[in-house]
């Protein structure tokens, strides 16, 4: 008996004294490998400097109301940055700048032939006109609205122009060859007749055009059409995207 347990016991010594040479030769192994080897290089990706940041946020341009969608003709001009929303109608020649907003969810709005709604420009109608007249928004034919006014439920005659930062109120009527200075307020129902310039805030009579003044009304809304045919030609009806996709598959040597 005596003999067997010491049998034992010498085995276990031996097995654990093998154990602890086996691991300490593991570990000197290790660290010869971790100092004799080289550190890889991190691999750092250079961007391309001619690469395109694109922002798949953009807003909508067109954006249907139930069964309203806005219509723009073929040669009109129309900034990538516009809202065009529900009853909206876009003419020929005419152009629409960026940063403007024509809301016709209420109701309609028309941008008439060689017409243009500058820079910052919201165009809105109410369900119905105090005067009884038609509460919709209508901009005839020729006739040039500046930057950052604001127009509601009115009407501007053919071969107007209206002022930058200004506001016209539901139910106003500028009639046709006429002119309304920048910065005035034409209150709700109030007219401006033929020939004629106002200004101020509210808008009062100032004088009468002259017929040259009269004659270069189409002139300036003609001059800013053939400037939107200079930003026409920029944008493309279809995406550039696949431009970025041939120069990726160039620089992993894939045939295009």
Known sequence: MATSLARISKRSVTSAVSSNLIRRYFAAEAVAVATTETPKPK?????????VKWDYRGQRQIIPLGQWLPKVAVDAYVA????????????DGSSVWNGAVLRGDLNKITVG?????????VVHAAWSSPTGLPAQTLIDRYVTVGAYSLLRSCTIEPECIIGQHSILMEGSLVETRSILEAGSVLPPGRRIPSGELWGGNPARFIRTLTNEETLEIPKLAVAINHLSGDYFSEFLP???????????????GIAV
């Open 43 to 51: 691999s750092q990706v250079s961007p391309s400097p001619d690469r």
């Open 80 to 91: 990538p940055n516009v809202v065009l929303a529900g009853q909206v109608t876009v003419w």
């Open 238 to 252: 279809y995406s550039t995207i696949y431009l970025e996709v041939e120069k990726f598959k160039k620089s992993l």
């Open 113 to 121: 032939f060689c017409s243009n709604v500058q820079e910052r420009c």
